[in-house]
């Protein structure tokens, strides 16, 4: 099984040259077409999203542990993002001008970056979505389980044990320059090899990368929100009937400790909207993953070719956006976030008045 599941854009010249499969040239040319241009401008407001939820987080500080994952996150989906218009570009290169570089040099430079980037955020997100899981279901023990400190730990834990394996990538796709007959010169390519200690690590790392990391972390992001919103249910079913039964009790007694729910629920309803965006955004890919197990020549060389790779760059958009939807998510959510991002924005303005006068 290929690694390629996301489908590497660039890819899609190469095959144009040698296409196989259901879709027609044209076909098969407009889609990646629309794809790309639909993917660049969600990809630019994604990497801008998230360099300011980075410096929001960076502003709030990280006494909770909330910020470091969420900050963490936003370090992870920007790199996401960076690779996906990265790869936009190399798609787009040959196309432009002439260039000494072969779209197949994406494989190592970009693509496995991003499926990489996103198995990390996607492992980012299961975290934050357990952390939350615990905090209503172990609300006594949560602060001393899971401290700024070990949240800092696990996020560099998670960023290490994600992406560290893809060394091998760059030993099985090294890189140097090659001699392709059609364009009748050489250029900076994938080099062949034929190493067998490497090809078993690989295949190995495709595992890790591709089944592994991917349908753990979908799984568990999957079974916390569906119990996270069976107990917001529950919660405001309670409050409803605690306001009618109570109609005698002070709102002093009753302002704190609905206060403190309601920060609560807020903070659920947030991380429950972010894996909500995360699940419905890795469906197609999980989906992907099935077929390309169950039918073999679904990939890159295979008869149905051309599909795997505009449906793996369509999924290449689905990262994005996933990424991408973050910051509207705590800006209508978190009042905290939308106050640190306002103040942030305020004194820019302030100062670039300044500058005017």
């Not at 040099?105 to 990489?116: C, E, R």
């Not at 989906?287 to 169950?294: A, D, E, K, Q, R």
Request: charged share 15%; proline share 4%; glycine share 4%.
């Amino acid at each position: 099984m290929t690694l390629l599941i996301a489908a590497n854009i660039s890819s899609a010249v190469v095959a144009e040259e040698q296409t196989s499969g259901v879709l027609t040239v044209g076909t098969y040319r407009l889609l990646l077409q629309v794809i790309v241009f639909v993917g660049l401008p969600i990809a630019a407001f994604g990497m801008a999203g998230n360099i300011i939820n980075i410096i929001v987080y960076i502003k709030m500080g990280f006494t909770e542990s909330t910020n470091i994952s969420l900050a963490a996150l936003a370090f992870s989906d920007l790199g996401v993002v960076a690779t996906a218009i990265c790869t936009e570009i190399v798609f787009l290169l040959p196309i432009v001008q002439d260039v000494s570089i072969a779209p197949e040099v994406s494989f190592t430079l970009v693509a496995f970056p991003h499926l990489i980037l996103t198995r990390t955020s996607a492992m980012i997100t299961a975290f934050i979505s357990l952390e939350r899981y615990l905090c209503v279901f172990l609300p006594l023990e949560i602060r001393r389980i899971i401290t700024p400190k070990r949240t800092f730990i696990i996020m560099v834990v998670i960023f290490v044990a994600v992406i560290s394996p893809m060394i091998t990538v760059y030993f099985r796709y090294p890189l140097g320059w090659r001699f392709f007959p059609e364009q009748n010169r050489s250029l900076l390519g994938i080099l062949p090899m034929n190493d067998t200690t490497v090809e078993t690590s690989f295949l190995i790392f495709q595992a890790y990368s591709s089944i592994v990391l991917p349908i753990s972390s979908f799984v568990l992001v999957t079974f916390c929100t569906i119990l996270l919103s069976v107990n917001l249910r529950r919660s405001k079913a309670w409050r409803d009937s605690n306001r009618g039964n109570k109609k005698q009790t002070s709102p002093a007694s009753e302002s704190e400790p609905s206060t403190e729910a309601s920060k609560e629920n807020k903070a659920i309803k947030m991380v429950v909207a972010i894996a909500t965006v995360f699940i419905i955004s890795s469906i197609p890919s999980c989906i992907h993953i099935i077929v390309v197990m169950m039918v073999p020549e679904f990939d890159i060389t295979g008869r149905y070719a051309n599909i795997f790779i505009v449906t793996g760059n369509a999924f290449f958009v689905g990262d994005t956006i996933n990424c991408s939807a973050n910051i509207i998510i705590y800006y209508n959510m978190s009042s905290k976030f939308r106050q640190a991002a306002q103040e942030l924005f305020s004194v820019k303005r302030h100062s670039a008045a300044r500058q005017i006068t």
